[in-house]
């Protein structure tokens, strides 16, 4: 069995490299395979080329932002768990992207435990779907 069969794939989605680094090194330590996009433009790109199995998503970013990801994921019906990571802490922003089908918000930066928990849930929250 190859790796990528045990491993579940992670795309973070951030403009900022430091915060995809940060993530990146979290994740990575529990065995997760990552990929990377920096802008919401990327992000489509990527999830219509590899199946990913948790999208990590910042909301502000050049091209598209982390809305327009969610919609576009909505629409088609794309069966992708979604974690938006923002610094933006309103309601209002979380409720939205909760209605867009975000599956977990964490704020910027999130703590190690939330932040594999969080990963892990909306994983096996996706795989009972299917």
């Known amino acids: ?35 990377f996009g920096k802008s919401g433009k990327e992000a489509l790109e990527i999830i219509s080329d590899i199946q990913v199995d948790c999208l990590l998503l910042d909301l502000l970013m050049p091209e598209l932002d982390g809305f327009q990801v969610l919609e576009f994921i ?36 999130p703590k190690k435990e939330l932040l594999i928990k969080t990963v892990k849930d909306a994983i096996k929250k996706n795989i009972k779907k299917i």
């Open 74 to 109: 909505q629409k088609n019906s794309l069966k992708i768990p979604s974690v938006v990571i923002s610094a933006d802490i309103q309601e209002t922003t979380k409720k939205r992207v909760e209605a867009l089908g975000a599956c977990g918000f964490l704020n910027k930066p």
């Open 1 to 35: 069995m190859d790796e990528a069969a045990l491993n579940p794939t992670i795309l973070i989605v951030d403009d900022s490299i430091i915060s995809r680094s940060a993530l990146s090194k979290l994740l990575s330590e529990e065995g997760y395979l990552i990929i």
